[in-house]
């Protein structure tokens, strides 16, 4: 399904990071009585960019939230704005950096995502591919989760990954894949050169193709008794390990 005409950002951080993000905003709703601290922070920077502001009940306020925790504020926004994969790669061009990807094959959990997204802006990702079927999409629980990080992040979404990944290759990106059985562990690889990396879905891993199409794999090695990580710890511990290497 693809995105409704409109959007929200719901919570305090999350609106004014938005505002002061430069990114269009059509209106911003406010909770009738709640004109204290950073909401006050919040109708100012929303005046100065002539933004609409409405102040309806606390109860309607809490009827059209797509979170529990609006706080007392709701930006409505045109649809997330997806880039194109050469945009991705114009960025890194652009800071003279080896290209830094993430590939989501199948995160279908928003929350994930808004992890995600946080974590890779704060590693400093070029950008990040998702794909347009049985994924999860930019909305407002992905971006309330992400911290207001969806506002400086590239994200392109494609129709079908493995000819992203062909095409990334083409371009001299090597795909990276993380996935449990194989031999090198994520500390063990050389990521000083231009990267995608792939983090499998929440249960599945990897499909198989996309694996396939990986030039190398890597995994977290497992301790305990659970065999697998969440996927956006996952996605941490090995954006961070690319960081680490890369200095």
């Keep these: 399904m693809e995105e409704n005409y409109q959007d929200q950002v719901e919570g305090r951080n999350s609106v004014l990071e938005l505002l002061e993000s430069g990114r269009d905003v059509n209106k911003i709703i406010i909770a009738k009585g709640e004109k204290h601290g950073s909401i006050n922070k919040i109708i100012a920077t929303a005046k100065e960019r002539k933004i609409v502001i409405s102040e309806v009940e606390k109860n309607k306020l809490n009827q059209m939230a797509q979170t529990s925790n609006s706080q007392g504020v709701i930006a409505i926004v045109p649809p997330f704005d997806y880039c194109e994969v050469e945009d991705i790669l114009e960025e890194a061009k652009a800071k003279s950096e080896n290209p830094f990807l993430l590939i989501l094959d199948g995160i279908e959990d928003p929350h994930n995502l808004g992890s995600i997204i946080r974590t890779a802006e704060t590693a400093g990702v070029h950008g990040i591919i998702i794909p347009k079927r049985r994924a999860a999409s930019v909305n407002s629980t992905v971006s309330k989760v992400s911290a207001g990080a969806v506002e400086y992040m590239k994200i392109a979404r494609v129709n079908n990954l493995n000819e992203?990944?062909?095409?990334?290759?083409?371009?001299?990106?090597?795909?990276?894949?993380?996935?449990?059985?194989?031999?090198?562990?994520?500390?063990?690889?050389?990521?000083?050169?231009?990267?995608?990396?792939?983090i499998g879905s929440e249960g599945f891993g990897m499909?198989?193709?996309?694996?396939?199409?990986?030039?190398?794999?890597?995994?977290?090695?497992?301790?305990?008794?659970?065999?697998?990580l969440n996927a956006s710890v996952s996605a941490g511990i090995v954006m961070y390990e690319v960081v680490r290497k890369r200095k």
């Design 207 to 228: 499909s198989r193709l996309v694996k396939e199409n990986c030039d190398f794999l890597v995994k977290i090695p497992m301790k305990g008794k659970i065999t697998s």
């Design 164 to 198: 992203t990944i062909r095409f990334l290759k083409e371009q001299g990106v090597w795909i990276c894949g993380t996935d449990m059985n194989t031999d090198t562990i994520y500390t063990q690889q050389d990521y000083n050169m231009p990267l995608a990396l792939v």
